[in-house]
């Protein structure tokens, strides 16, 4: 039905910088609100960034200042720019969409495969 395909992680030391993309495509009628989602080692899933169709962003506390949520709406593409990336930042980085579906008009909510970002000297 849809694909949500993350790319962009990888290895960076610590005060760089990495742009994640995730790209959904599928059976598409419009996407509501994109999220980003951090698994560290050992831990749960937690929100970092969401932003709805029209623009309005949330960040968690610790990424504030730091990190850029953004979207392409004709695109059906979120992003996530890193900067000042610390050790604690390292974590598989999930995208999550809620997507209303072409072919049902219902909408769902959909996960990416998740790509990995560490952050090490």
């Known amino acids: 039905q849809v694909q949500l395909v993350e790319s962009g992680g990888g290895l960076v030391q610590p005060g760089g910088s990495l742009r994640l993309s995730c790209a959904a495509s599928?059976?598409?009628?419009?996407?509501?609100?994109m999220r980003w989602y951090w698994q560290p080692p050992g831990n749960q899933r937690e929100l970092v960034a969401d932003?709805?169709?029209?623009?309005?962003?949330n960040y968690a506390d610790s990424v504030k200042g730091r990190f850029t949520i953004s979207r392409d709406n004709a695109k059906n593409t979120v992003y996530l720019q890193m900067n000042s990336l610390k050790l604690e930042d390292s974590a598989v980085y999930y995208c999550?969409?809620?997507?209303?579906?072409?072919?049902?008009?219902?909408?769902?909510?959909?996960w990416g495969q998740g790509t990995q970002v560490t952050v090490s000297s």
């Open positions: 599928g059976s598409i009628a419009n996407i509501g609100i």
């Open positions: 932003i709805s169709s029209r623009g309005t962003i």
């Open positions: 999550n969409a809620d997507v209303r579906l072409s072919t049902t008009l219902t909408l769902q909510n959909f």
